[in-house]
């Protein structure tokens, strides 16, 4: 079955503290990655994808095969930063699975 | 280029009556999909439609259903409404075709209240 797991739903951290936000994916084949975030009163966006392997506002995410994991990091939370965030799995069959979201909580 | 559009933004509707929701595609974009978010079930995936088919849908009811145009614009209809359809139904574009829709672009959304 094509799953994707986000186990905290809500993570609380100080600014400047480092974030790590977990997700782990159940799926048979190349599985394409992405984090979407929805910051308050917008609009849900895609932040990143695993296949660009690129760095976008200081948060990162890399693909780990044998341990199902996609995980997003940032060295140093900053306070707009608070927002949910979801993982989320592109199936070849045209259907995009999300987790069921974090909420990333940037105390000052 | 225009984002994706949802209409109507907000609607509050009651128990037994039917709803039904547009969402137009930033142009160029054939795949549209839909989502029913709310804040115990998160993110459930509705339906994907790609050039008028219909080629994914979640695990809702019957009385949930959609349809796409041939200019790619979407509606999705509930019937019989009941409470716990309360929810915002977010609809997404992507300009991707075959293997999967990839990078989505949502709307805004609408937010429906069943009374």
């Known amino acids: 079955a094509q799953r994707v797991t986000q186990p905290e739903k809500l993570l609380s951290v100080f600014k400047g503290a480092p974030v790590e936000l977990k997700c782990n994916y159940s799926?048979?084949?190349?599985?394409?990655l992405f984090w979407y975030v929805q910051y308050s009163r917008q609009r849900l966006q895609l932040l990143l994808r695993?296949?660009s392997r690129e760095s976008i506002k200081g948060f990162t995410a890399d693909l780990n095969k044998g341990e199902t994991s996609f995980h997003l990091k940032k060295p140093f939370a900053q306070e707009e930063d608070s927002a949910m965030y979801y993982c989320?799995?592109?199936?070849?069959?045209?259907?995009?699975?999300f987790g069921q979201g974090t909420t990333l909580q940037v105390k000052p | 280029k225009a984002g994706v559009t949802q209409t109507p933004r907000y609607l509050i509707k009651t128990r037994g009556q039917q709803v039904t929701l547009s969402c137009s595609p930033i142009?160029?974009?054939?795949?549209v999909s839909w989502y029913q978010q709310t804040p115990g079930q998160g993110l459930q995936f509705l339906f994907e439609?790609?050039?008028?088919?219909?080629?994914n849908k979640g695990n809702f009811p019957g009385r949930f259903s959609g349809r796409q145009f041939s200019n790619s614009r979407s509606e999705m209809n509930v019937s019989t409404l009941e409470l716990g359809d309360s929810a915002l139904y977010l609809c997404?574009?992507?300009?991707?075709?075959?293997?999967?829709?990839?990078?989505?672009?949502f709307g805004e959304g609408s937010r429906l209240t069943v009374l």
């Open positions: 439609y790609f050039s008028e088919t219909q080629r």
């Open positions: 799926y048979s084949g190349s599985p394409e």
């Open positions: 142009s160029g974009h054939r795949s």
């Open positions: 997404a574009s992507s300009p991707r075709g075959q293997g999967g829709v990839g990078e989505l672009f």
């Open positions: 695993h296949i």
């Open positions: 989320a799995l592109s199936s070849n069959t045209g259907k995009l699975i």
